[in-house]
């Protein structure tokens, strides 16, 4: 999805998982993703993309196929090299422990023996929660939470975020906050970020988008041209109409299948 | 997370019910208290010419006092824990002293009931006298309410010479045993000092209220637990050793080996004066029961203190 | 800020201990003199105040471990369990009138109880090549009540007056806490705490959730197991030297989060510092208040510790629920 002279960072060759015998969830996948890239994974409830991040992100083996990461094997990197690499936020927080923000965040430092330069204030700083460092998680709204999150990774120092449905439950507000935030990180420090997406009109933000259904990638690209009509009644199974035209300008309507 | 919550509250309370043992005493005095002040348990609820066919009795006490009346072969139903004598371990089951089964009794077709304050509800004396069925509640919990105790049962069961037989022997083996002591006390200041072991492990001691304390009283020892505040005190073993009883006693639990189990109290209390000049009695269960083994019960303490 | 609060916590901890062996009934004081007070000082009190506070340390400790590995903040110790298998095979032992080991025998037959109920847990909570929380939970609870039910079928049909003395045992009792007891109680307790703190980053990312733990690099399963086996044993031995206490496993570890914050690497010092602090507080109450009787330590921890837990739920956001 990235351009060719970009190195590949995450590659997956004809990867296929199923949770039990019957009934197989991802088959015969293959993607990459290099430097700098940012993707989001879009398709309907249950197509798989929380299943492929965290095939990616190492969490669950592949039955069959491949996975490199910077061109080495996956699952024969160890623990805590892998974590150097690749950082994995799933969908919910649900935190039972009333850890402070700033426990949180500096937990980004476990992979490693001799802190890096940055720090937990740094990271803080990054992504605008200095000030609440001593707060609970119970404070912060549903988008400072994403936040702390992202701070957390952004201390581990992994080139590569892989973000289950980070935008989920948030205000629109906040989801354009976080997306922005994202963004301004994957320019600054030259981060590649993945990440799962169910709303269509998001995914047009994104600079490439891979379009799931059942496991399998349908299409994948430049968001305007993936996210056709046909398409997206495909993935989705609902009839939309896509509106406006130009870089950033078109929006997907759903209106006529309220009539 | 609902479910969990609720099987561990559940779980709680499970895990703390058996847990208030001395709760459980304080809760028997209290009755005991409260059943003397309201007059609930007035002994006789009726006066019988010839003594009754068919008897339940709802202690091992008052079982024992049954068969040394001679009324064994009339017992239709005892409690589990009525062992002795022999006998009435083949008598039918009615359930145990504080939770008998009402269905059990009743189904026995009893002429009346014996029961005692030290043990039985009260309540199942009501649910008895509402179904009709005749009651005699023995209120004696001391050694000298004994005599007059089965004098009183021995009128509400129709064999009074028997049981004014009985209760002369009984009064006159205390007055016999106390007279002994009285007479070997030399010098008569200096009482003995008694720790009662009924239980080792932790250590638990008969303290004031029990029939054991009433015999240690009235053969001039000193009870080292008099003061304590309930009947069978779980008790501090340092109080134990700065005490240094001159004489130490260790009841028997039933299917118990007390002297392996002792071991390890007596290694603990190795410096008191009884351990040392070996003035430690293994005794036997007759102080547990107000029954007709008290005399017995009495004369194996005056042993040990010879 | 924390580094501070900890050196104040093992002071007061080393106060407590030190008032808990000189205070009592009576005052022995520290330059005893005759042969009564050293022979309470060293044999009978000693040893009572080191095993109120081994054990307050394993329920404290191992109640912080486990409120992370189970993700509940209403677990503790007891909930898998163990204590039920410890009691149930200390109280056959009680009954049966078993002497194979000397005074040893129940303590070993509650530790081997507690090992062995460990294991059944454990095995019940594994799927799929690891332990999971909800699993071990329900396969605790669920042996918890199986063994307490046992226990009380074994107290309802015993017509033995041994049985309500070995509920007295079962039930916290630190009366017999002797010499020969303390070595094996430090070697499995102090094993447990340095397991589990070493293991204290892993805890904080499990609390997180097993793919955060992944995440930030660290096995999720094996953690949890090592974890699994250092409450096990610090629970395990807690039972063995003096039955069941109560209350410590579950709210030490929630009122020292107040205090010193989340993070388990102090959390797990702090909890079994304040539990066995607790304990010996609670232990002296419990010998001194109606000298010669002694009142159950584990009520007493309860009705001091209750109390000032509920004042600070009130006061504070102690827990995240």
Excluded at chain 2, 216 to 243: C, D, F, M, V
Aim: aromatic content about 6%; glycine content about 10%; proline content about 5%.
């Amino acid at each position: 999805m990235s351009s060719a002279s970009k190195p590949k960072i995450l590659e997956l060759d004809g990867v296929s998982y199923s949770y039990d015998q019957n009934r197989s969830v991802i088959s015969d996948l293959s993607f990459s993703v290099g430097e700098g890239a940012f993707i989001g994974l879009l398709g309907a409830n249950g197509s798989g993309k929380s299943t492929i991040l965290k095939l990616g992100s190492g969490i669950l083996k592949p039955l069959s196929g491949s996975l490199l990461l910077w061109g080495k094997s996956l699952h024969t990197l160890n623990n805590r090299d892998r974590a150097k690499l690749i950082s994995y936020l799933p969908q919910t927080l649900d935190i039972t422990v009333p850890f402070t923000i700033k426990e949180l965040v500096s937990m980004g430092l476990y992979p490693y023996d001799i802190p890096p330069a940055m720090t937990v204030d740094d990271a803080l700083d990054m992504v605008g929660l200095r000030d609440k460092a001593d707060a609970h998680l119970t404070d912060l709204s549903g988008g400072e939470r994403r936040r702390t999150f992202i701070a957390m990774t952004l201390l581990q120092g992994a080139g590569l975020l892989l973000l289950d449905e980070p935008l989920a439950n948030l205000d629109i507000k906040y989801q354009i906050e976080l997306l922005k935030l994202l963004r301004r990180l994957k320019e600054q420090r030259n981060i590649s970020v993945v990440m799962a997406l169910h709303d269509i009109n998001i995914a047009l933000q994104f600079e490439s988008v891979i379009l799931i259904q059942n496991g399998r990638i349908i299409a994948s690209g430049d968001p305007e041209t993936v996210l056709t009509r046909e398409m997206v009644k495909h993935a989705f199974d609902v009839n939309v109409e896509i509106k406006g035209s130009g870089t950033g300008g078109i929006y997907v309507s759903y209106e006529n299948n309220f009539l | 997370m609902k479910k969990i919550l609720t099987l561990f509250i559940h779980d709680r309370l499970i895990r703390f019910y058996p847990r208030p043992d001395n709760v459980i005493e304080h809760m028997k005095n209290l009755f005991i208290i409260a059943a003397l002040v309201l007059g609930i348990s007035t002994s006789i609820s009726a006066e019988i010419a010839s003594p009754p066919k068919r008897i339940v009795s709802l202690a091992p006490n008052m079982t024992e006092i049954l068969y040394a009346l001679g009324l064994g072969d009339n017992i239709v139903g005892v409690t589990s824990f009525c062992d002795y004598p022999e006998e009435a371990k083949k008598k039918p089951k009615i359930g145990g002293m504080s939770d008998p089964s009402l269905e059990a009794v009743v189904s026995l077709k009893p002429d009346i009931v014996v029961m005692t304050t030290d043990g039985n509800p009260k309540e199942f004396e009501e649910r008895l006298r509402s179904l009709e069925v005749h009651t005699y509640v023995s209120q004696a919990r001391r050694l000298a309410d004994l005599p007059r105790g089965i004098r009183e049962l021995g009128v509400a069961l129709g064999v009074r010479e028997r049981a004014d037989a009985l209760a002369d022997k009984i009064a006159a083996g205390i007055r016999n045993s106390a007279g002994q002591k009285a007479a070997l006390a030399s010098p008569p200041s200096t009482p003995k000092k008694i720790l009662f072991i009924v239980w080792p492990e932790p250590l638990i001691v008969a303290g004031p209220g029990t029939v054991i304390n009433d015999a240690i009283a009235l053969l001039r020892g000193e009870n080292l637990a008099a003061t304590a505040k309930t009947q069978y005190p779980k008790y501090s073993i340092e109080e134990a050793i700065r005490q240094a009883p001159d004489v130490i006693m260790i009841g028997k639990a039933s299917g118990m080996d007390m002297q392996a189990i002792s071991n390890g109290i007596l290694q603990r209390l190795a410096t008191v004066p009884a351990v040392k000049n070996g003035k430690v009695c293994f005794m036997g269960d007759s102080l547990y029961r107000l029954g007709p083994r008290v005399v017995k019960g009495i004369e194996e303490l005056s042993e040990c203190l010879k | 800020m924390s580094q501070v609060r900890m050196l104040v916590l093992i002071a007061v901890t080393l106060l407590i201990v030190l008032c808990s062996v000189f205070l009592g009934p009576r005052i022995v004081s520290p330059m005893a003199t005759t042969d009564i007070d050293k022979e309470i000082l060293f044999s009978i009190r000693l040893p009572r105040v080191l095993v109120a506070l081994l054990m307050g340390m394993a329920l404290g400790a191992s109640g912080a471990v486990l409120q992370g590995i189970l993700r509940n903040p209403l677990a503790d110790p007891y909930i898998l369990g163990i204590s039920s298998g410890a009691s149930l095979s200390a109280a056959l032992g009680i009954i049966g009138g078993l002497t194979f080991l000397g005074t040893f025998t129940v303590p070993m037959l509650a530790f081997c109880g507690a090992l062995v109920t460990g294991g059944i847990v454990g095995v019940m909570g594994w799927k799929r090549g690891g332990l999971w929380p909800d699993r071990l939970l329900l396969a605790g609870v669920g042996l918890s009540f199986l063994f307490s039910a046992l226990l009380m079928l074994m107290m309802s049909i015993s017509t033995d007056e041994g049985l309500r003395r070995a509920m007295l045992w079962i039930f916290g009792d630190l009366s017999m806490s002797e010499w020969p007891r303390i070595p094996y109680g430090l070697a499995f307790v102090m094993i447990g705490i340095l397991l589990s703190t070493t293991r204290a980053k892993a805890l904080n990312a499990l609390i997180l959730g097993d793919e955060f733990a992944h995440s930030l690099g660290f096995a999720p399963r094996r953690e949890r197991f090592i974890l699994f086996i250092s409450v096990g044993l610090m629970t395990g031995a807690s039972v063995s030297l003096g039955g069941m206490i109560g209350f410590i496993g579950l709210l030490i570890p929630h009122i020292m989060r107040f205090f010193l914050g989340s993070d388990s690497r102090m959390l797990i010092p702090a909890s079994a510092l304040g539990g066995g602090a607790l304990l010996c507080i609670a232990d002296l109450i419990s010998r001194s208040l109606l000298p010669p009787l002694e009142l159950p330590a584990g009520v007493i921890t309860a009705i001091i510790g209750a109390p000032y837990f509920l004042y600070l739920l009130r006061r504070k956001d102690v827990l995240s629920i």
